[in-house]
């Protein structure tokens, strides 16, 4: 068995920050996402592929759900991911309805807590 991480500085604890939704609509060019909030909805109805970026955090410890609204597969978002805890999670496409990440900064990366239907690329 681990021995248990007792040291206060390396403990990370999730942190929802009070803002509002963040609401992204279709982005004819490449778009950055907000990180001053822990929710952000987008609705994808009109462009074919909009190109998103999540840039670092700004806590360690914030907690980042990305949900799409509306989406399909002929309009979609591909998200990459500034830095990611593992390089296999650092672009994803969200091409239907309800398809979502979940994501949580550790004061340097991104580091992927859940997600439902999302494709990894």
Not at 108 to 117: D, I, K, N, Y
């Amino acid at each position: 068995m681990a021995a248990v991480n007792t040291n206060k500085k390396n403990h990370i604890f999730p942190l929802y920050l009070k803002a509002d939704v963040a609401t992204i609509e279709d982005a004819a060019t490449a778009q950055t996402l907000p990180v001053d909030t822990s929710f952000i909805k987008l609705v994808i109805d009109g462009n074919t592929n909009n190109a998103l970026t999540l840039p670092n955090g700004g806590v360690p410890g914030q907690m980042l759900m990305i949900w799409a609204e509306t989406a399909d597969a002929t309009h979609y978002a591909t998200l990459t991911i500034s830095t990611v805890v593992d390089g296999g999670y650092d672009v994803v496409t969200l091409n239907a309805a309800d398809e979502h990440i979940t994501l949580m900064w550790n004061g340097e990366a991104w580091a992927l807590v859940s997600f439902a239907g999302a494709t990894f690329i």
